[in-house]
């Protein structure tokens, strides 16, 4: 089994700073793509941005510019740096990733979810 536990949510003025991470534990034998999600009310989830094994990563349009998706893989952690937060930035942001077991499997990953405020 996978456990990812994130850490960094909170409520932040408009135009402000935000980092979240989240570190994976378990019988971890490496961990291929990470990435965060997050989920608005009345709104779908959508992926926000992902990482690759080898750094390659890729970001939904709205948030281009103003996050940067990273990994520490000694860590077997992802990080979210969010910049010039907006309003609509405000949701419940789930940590994904796919890790590879020392059994063998690949198992996809799912974090808690932390609440991350934008408001005056």
């Known amino acids: 089994q996978v456990q990812l536990v994130e850490s960094g949510g909170g409520l932040v003025q408009p135009g402000g700073s935000l980092r979240l991470s989240c570190a994976a534990s378990g019988s971890i034998f490496n961990i291929r793509a990470m990435g965060w999600y997050r989920q608005a009310p009345g709104k779908q989830r959508e992926l926000v941005a992902t990482i690759s094994s080898d750094n390659n990563t890729n970001y939904v349009d709205s948030v281009k510019g103003r996050f940067t998706i990273s990994r520490d893989n000694a860590k077997n952690t992802v990080y979210l740096q969010m910049n010039s937060l907006k309003p609509e930035d405000t949701a419940v942001y789930y940590c994904?990733?796919?890790?590879?077991?020392?059994?063998?499997?690949?198992?996809?990953?799912w974090g808690q979810g932390t609440q991350v405020t934008v408001s005056s």
């Open positions: 994904n990733a796919d890790v590879r077991m020392r059994t063998g499997p690949i198992l996809k990953s």
